[in-house]
Every structure is written in C-alpha cells, then in structure tokens.
C-alpha cells in the first residue's frame, strides 16, 4: 500500500527536520559568575583603593554588604585592577570588537559604521559575548559628497535645516546612540590632500538642536579652530577631534571649558599625520605587539603621505591636547582606528601614554578612558566598577599610576567577570 | 473507504514520488541553493564576518524555496495542461482541488530540504549560530513563504504555453532574485535599484527572514507581510480567471 509507505515518508521527513534543527549550533552563552576579588589595588574610574576587594555577582559589580554569603573569593595579591577601557573614537567593521578586547578594551564608541553592522553588533553588547560592547553613531550626517561618503558605505546625506528633524529621527529610529555630525567651516580648503564639501552652520545648528530634543548626544568632526568654534556655538557636547594646524586660540579653550564641552582629541591619528610613526614603535616596545593580527600590523605600519602633515603638525596638536587639560577641559581618550598608523586595541595603550606625554597624570590618562567616557556619554554601565556596573576590568602585573605603559602589563582581561580565554578569541 | 483526505493524500504522495524521479527537476532545485550558498556565504565571505554568512543564509534560504514553488506551478502545470493531463484530472471524480494541493505539498517539502540542507552547510561550514527558536521561526517563515510563489507559479503555469512556460518562469524567477538582493546584499547595489527592490516580492520574503536574526532593513514586519499576502491574493485571482478561460476550453 502506497499510504503505509508515504506515512513512513512523512514521517521520517518530520523527524529529519527535527532531528536537523535540534542539532543545529546556537550561540554560546556564557553564565556570569558571582566571586569576591580580594587584595587588589583598585581604580574604580575615579579613586584608587588600596587592600581593595570587589565583589561580583552574576557578572556586575555590588555593593559587599548586598553580596549572599559564601561567594568564592580568588586572591589577586599584587595586583592593580582598573575598568576595562573605552576607546571612544573608533570606526568598527570586520574582527574590531574581538580584536579590541583582547587589548582590554572592552567598550567601544563607534563613530560611524556600516548600520548594518550596527544591527548585527549593537545588541550583544548586553550579552557577553566575545567582543567588546559596541556603542555607535551608526550613520554619520554629513552633506552630499561631505567627508564619510568616500569609504564606500552609500550613506544618506543632509542639505537643507529643514531636514535635519526629520533626518535625525531616521538616525535615532535605525538605532544611533549618539549622534556624530561632520562639519567644516572652510570647504573650499583642502585639507589633507582631499577636498570635500560640508553641511552649513545652519544644518549642524538645526541638527545638534534636533538631537538635543531627543535626549541624545551630539558630537562634532571638526579639524580646525574656525570649524571647533562654530561647533561649540551650535550646541555641541563634544568635538570628536583636536587638530594640529594652529594652536588653539584662548577664545577656544575658553569657551570650551564654559561650555563644559568634551575634547577626544584622537591624538593616535593626528601623530600619525604628523609622521610619527608611533604605530612602527608600538611593535617594537609594547608587551603587546605579539597579540597584534598581521592585518593590524599593516595598520600600524601604514602611514599618512607626507604631504598632509609634519612635524610642526604634531607639536601643535600636542600642545593643543596639554592646554586643553590645563584649562580644564574633559579630554577623552580615543584613537580613530583604524586610520593608518594605528589599529584596534593596542593603539589605544598608546593614546594613554600620548595624554600623559602632554601632561595628564597616568590617572587623569586612565580615567580619560574610563569613568569620564562614562560620565561623558552618560554609560550607566560601563567604565567604573562601582556597583551596577559590568564586571568588565583588566587585571595589571605592574602600577600604572607609576608609568603608563604599565597598562600593557596585562594579566587578565575581564568582561562580565569572566576571563578572556584569548586562545578561544583568536580561533573566532 | 475512499474518503476524501485519502484523495488528498494520494494525490500528494504520487505528484511527489513523480517529481522526485524527475532529476532536471530535483537537482537544479536542491543543489543549486547550496553551491551558490557555498560559493557566496561561505567561500567568497570575508574573513571574519560572520554575520555575512547569516544574512546570506536568509537570502539564499528566500531563493532555493522560491524554485520549487515557482516551477512545480509554472512550469509542471503548463505542461500538463498542454499534455490535456489538466483536463483529465479534472473530469475524474478527484476534487480538482487536491491537484493544487499536491502541487503545493510537492514544493514543501522540496522547501523543507533546501532549508535543511542549507541550515547544515551554515551551520558546519560558516560557523552561523543562532538560538533554537530563531533556526525554527526561520524555517516557519519560509516554509509559509513559499505560497505567493505558488499563486504567482500557477497563474504563470495556466497562462503559458508548454514550450515556453520554462523559459519564462527562469527569467521571471532569476532577475527576480537578483533584484531583490538574495544573491548579493542589496545595500551594494545602485538606490535606484535598491528602491525597486521594493516593487518584489522576494525581497519582502527575504526581509521577513531577516527580521528573525535582527538583520533586515528595518521596515515594519507587517509591510512585508501585507505585500506577500497581497501578491498571494492578487495572483490567486488571475489564476483563478485563467483556470476558469482553460475549463472553458
């Protein structure tokens, strides 16, 4: 009988779709551990704690009086533990956020992807997963054939103030986190070899103010003061780069710090369009270079042409980065990878030493990348390890409030509480 | 003893075991999903970028349930139509009903394997994870997806001719799936075309697909839904006035 047989079919059809969906792989959740972290000397990204203990449960950061008994404690005699770093200037595709957490850097501010990207990565950044917490901008706004429209990305583009409600809305319906806008007061210069249009003051005004309406926060590209102080006077929380073509004028520096407007100076990028070569240097000296990918090493070995900056480039970045901090101006730390010269992860260790070369203390270097990015950009949950927040920390052999460059002594990295088993990133 | 389920069920049983001794049917439709999945979402994907392999799992998927669909229909109907094996089934006491149905449960479970076999080489070779419920909504949402491909094959299949019902049916269903971004992401094509994406209805099967990971465009689910509910219907009636015309004849 055909019926007996198709019955079989059937059912041999139902059970092989079965049998194939429940051996399908799902993605790999970890369970966040509860454990008490004792004898540590402790950065909680704002105040160093000597004889410290953390406690950590179910992956964040409580209060020890709140904490059930009998948590298992691990001993980290001799060890310096301080938030996972932030690099709050970065450009993430491809391995970005598995390449920046095996430098300890466990959250990133992207400041403009592929949304598609945005849309794969954004929502694991809750979860713990084997990458580092993603927040970003996602689309940049910026006019047509503006600077962000060169990198192959087809982009919607913003002319009219008109637009800018509507605009942003987009934005922030597609999931921006804050919003990054590219304004130059002066198109028709060249800068850097290359020549792009912008948006006009009154398009960053209607766009900072559209933002504001939002609650968000609106951060602004510029590379010039003329630009930085048409930034500040439409609203900006922050300029997303410092620059090296002059030195800032007092005017800037005040009217930034009345303004309480935040600097990431990505002074990573700006020494590499000085031709400083940092990145080569990296490999050299940092007790790092042997994690680095040979994709980030071509990074770090490629450089700007020599005819976009110089020496003289550098110098007045730096010195605009020292007076900023003299002058009390938030300063955040944030590289701009992956522009030439630099790479995910380890070139934020050495935008760390570049603050403390011009002037921050190696605290005031960590914290620029820690608890003021938090505070900055209003992250609730990362950059401290204060109660409430992600158990994400790196674990340091050496004192980095003694030399800076003792970040990269890492022994552990920490996301969630759990350890970084790098062996298992870099088969990913 | 010869109940009317019974008729159902034969007439799906023996259109299934016809198809399936049909090799110019059965390989293009089963290997030809997976060796473009191969060659697109796993071999060319760039290093890294998983999530290159899950969306291309979507659109693939979206593509191989597309065929079965389309040519058990347009193509097998036209043929038999033209053969007078339409109007045979039809003067049988067999409610002609259960004809389309079998139809329909033939590209099933050719569907059902494409998405199997593909799931297996994502999952294997392209290292895509997702959670039990996602492979399962995956699966449910192509599975019902194949029916406005089944309206619009059998309004195809009872308007064309024998000869020319292949052809036609291959350059409706290859431009199709090209234009609707399941062989190459559509955010790499001109926005012109990427606006015309719009107009077709594998890309409205595709983005529901793609909700289910979280990777699609970000339009309502129910602007899809209502597109694909609206080409069932629309080429449901067309089909049904070209059934009506040949029963006529």
Redesign the interface.
């Known amino acids: 009988m ?2 007996n047989r ?1 019955k079989i ?1 059937v059912l041999v ?1 139902v059970s ?2 079965i049998f ?3 051996l ?5 959740v970890r369970t966040t551990p509860s454990f008490v972290l004792n004898n540590i000397t402790l950065y909680d990204g704002a105040t160093w704690h000597e004889n410290a203990k953390l406690t950590i449960f179910e992956g964040k950061v409580i209060n020890s009086e709140q904490a059930p008994k009998n948590l298992p404690t691990v001993d980290g005699k001799g060890q310096y533990v301080i938030p996972g770093l932030i690099d709050a200037h970065t450009h993430s595709w ?2 970005a956020l ?1 390449q920046n957490l095996t430098f300890g850097v466990t959250s990133v501010l992207d400041m403009f992807t ?1 949304i ?2 945005m ?3 954004q ?1 694991s950044r809750q979860q713990t997963t084997l990458q580092a917490r993603l927040f970003t901008a996602g689309t940049l706004v910026t006019s047509k054939e503006g600077h962000g429209t060169q990198f192959g ?2 982009i919607p583009t913003i002319e009219n103030a008109i637009d800018a409600d509507e605009f942003i809305a987009k934005r922030l ?2 999931g921006s986190d804050y919003i990054k806008i590219v304004y130059d007061a002066e198109p028709e210069k060249q800068q850097f070899g290359m020549r792009f249009t912008s948006i006009s003051q009154d398009v960053l005004k209607a766009v900072v103010k559209a933002t504001h309406i939002r609650n968000k926060l609106a951060v602004v590209h510029v590379m010039d003061e003329i630009s930085a102080l048409h930034a500040i006077e439409s609203g900006a929380d922050g300029l997303v780069h410092s620059f090296g073509n002059s030195i800032m004028s007092t005017e800037l520096l005040s009217l930034l710090a009345q303004r309480e407007v935040f600097v990431i100076p990505t002074n990573s990028v700006l020494a590499s369009i000085g031709q400083q070569q940092r990145g080569r240097k990296l490999l050299q000296y940092s007790p790092l270079a042997y994690k680095v990918s040979s994709h980030g090493k071509s990074g770090l070995m490629s450089s700007f042409p020599p005819n976009v900056g110089n020496e003289e480039y550098w110098k007045n970045a730096l010195e605009n980065t020292r007076l900023m901090h003299r002058n009390g101006i938030t300063v955040l730390a944030g590289t701009d990878a992956p522009n030439a010269g630099t790479t995910h992860g380890i070139s934020l260790h050495d935008e760390l030493a570049i603050l403390v070369e011009a002037g921050m203390t190696p605290t005031d270097a960590i914290h620029s990348a820690t608890g003021a990015v938090s505070d900055m950009f209003k992250l609730p949950h990362v950059g401290k390890l204060l109660p409430g927040f992600h158990a994400d920390m790196i674990m340091l052999n050496e004192d980095p409030r003694i030399d800076i460059k003792h970040t990269q002594t890492i022994v552990k990295i920490l996301l969630s509480g759990i350890e970084i088993n790098e062996a298992e990133l870099n088969d ?1 | 003893m010869y109940s009317l389920t ?1 008729i159902y ?2 007439e799906a ?2 259109e ?1 075991v016809k198809t399936l001794r049909t090799p110019s049917f059965v390989l293009p439709s089963l290997l030809f999903p997976v060796m473009f999945y191969l060659f697109f979402g796993v071999l060319f994907s ?4 998983s ?1 290159t392999s ?2 291309l799992l979507a659109t693939y998927c979206t593509f191989g349930v597309m065929g079965p669909a389309l040519f058990s229909f347009g193509a097998e109907v036209a043929v038999e139509k033209d053969r007078n094996m339409l109007a045979l089934k039809q003067i049988s006491p067999m409610p002609i009903f259960a004809y389309f149905n079998a139809k329909f449960i033939t590209s099933a ?1 050719f569907a ?1 394997i494409i998405i ?1 076999s593909l ?2 080489v994502a ?1 294997t070779l392209a290292d895509v ?4 419920q996602q ?2 909504a995956t ?1 449910a949402v192509l599975l019902f997806g194949t029916l406005p491909f089944c309206a619009l094959g059998l309004w195809l299949g009872l308007t064309l001719k024998a000869q020319s019902a292949p052809a036609v049916v291959n350059l409706i269903y290859l431009p199709m799936s090209f234009l609707s971004g399941l062989w190459i ?1 559509l ?1 790499l094509f001109p ?1 012109f075309l990427q606006k015309m994406a719009f107009a077709l209805p594998p890309y409205h099967l595709a983005q529901l697909t793609l909700k289910v990971q ?2 699609d465009d ?1 339009h309502h689910w129910f602007i899809h839904l209502g597109a694909l509910v609206f080409i069932t219907g629309f080429c449901s009636i067309f089909a049904y006035l070209a059934f009506a015309k040949q029963s006529e004849a």
Do not use: C
């Not at chain 2, 760039?46 to 970028?49: I, N």
């Open positions: 055909p019926s198709a079919y059809l092989l779709a194939v969906i429940a399908l792989p799902e993605p790999q491809g391995q598995e592929d598609n990207f849309r794969a990565n929502h990305i087809r319906q597609e990913k | 019974r069920f034969l049983y023996f299934l760039p290093p890294g970028a999530n899950a969306y479970v059902l199997l799931f297996t999952a994870r997702l959670s039990t492979w399962l699966m992401p955010q926005e979280g990777l970000g």
